[in-house]
């Protein structure tokens, strides 16, 4: 079993519609909650961070963490074409190392 | 200057050779982490530096290796390349204090052939 699960999709949604993106994991040692936006050609760029369970909201984008459930969320609201990219979750448990899903690929459509 | 940047952006190499890849980290950061990103696939991470000292390694071979330089640039090497080396090399600098304020260059693309 992978330590981070994420359904690389893709997924196509038309413009203005709610996006939901999600990953599962097994460690339960994981603590900080990252996800990442990356545009084809460019390196990720972190968008949402989440410290332990709870909820993060940052204008249209809100992070969800359930760690009874091992499951974290991240929902785009009225997504617009410039959300198009590859949205990779990432874990770590304190330590040095980042662990990484597979990404989901997200095309907006106008 | 801000941001990481790194060197070369693209790379052709034949199996067997050995090939070295450049970081520069952003101002101010002492961290510097290497990760691998297959096509299709999220990266992993290979190893992080810290005052120039590796500080975490993650599951590759002994022909990856790397440096840190007293001015917190890095240095990735990997020798005797196989075909398998094909991917997105990411380098991300942080301060070390907040390991996940990560900031990622845009990477080189590596193609063994």
């Known amino acids: 079993q992978k330590e981070v699960e994420q359904d690389p999709g893709p997924l196509s949604v038309p413009e203005g519609a709610i996006v939901s993106l999600n990953c599962t994991y097994s460690?339960?040692?994981?603590?900080?909650f990252m996800w990442y936006r990356q545009y084809s050609r460019k390196g990720p760029e972190l968008l949402m961070y989440?410290?332990?369970?709870g909820n993060k909201e940052d204008g249209r984008f809100t992070a969800q963490v359930d760690k009874s459930s091992k499951y974290i969320s991240l929902f785009i609201r009225d997504s617009q074409p410039s959300d198009s990219a590859t949205y990779l979750c990432?874990?770590?448990?304190?330590?040095?190392?980042?662990?990484f899903g597979k990404g989901t690929k997200l095309t907006v459509n106008p | 200057e801000t941001g990481v940047t790194q060197s070369p952006t693209h790379l052709i190499k034949t199996r067997g050779q050995q090939v070295t890849l450049r970081c520069s980290s952003q101002s101010g950061h002492n961290t510097v982490s290497w990760y691998q990103q297959a096509l299709g696939q999220g990266p992993q991470f290979i190893f992080q530096y810290y005052r120039e000292e590796e500080n975490g390694r993650g599951n590759f071979p002994p022909r990856f290796s790397g440096l840190q330089f007293p001015n917190y640039s890095s240095e990735l090497n990997v020798n005797a390349l196989e075909l398998d080396d094909s991917a997105l090399y990411l380098c991300?600098?942080?301060?070390?204090?907040?390991?996940?304020?990560?900031?990622f260059g845009s990477g080189t693309r590596l193609t063994v052939v």
């Open positions: 990432a874990m770590m448990s304190g330590s040095e190392k980042l662990v």
């Open positions: 989440t410290y332990s369970s």
């Open positions: 460690n339960s040692a994981f603590q900080y």
């Open positions: 991300a600098s942080s301060t070390g204090a907040q390991n996940y304020g990560y900031t």
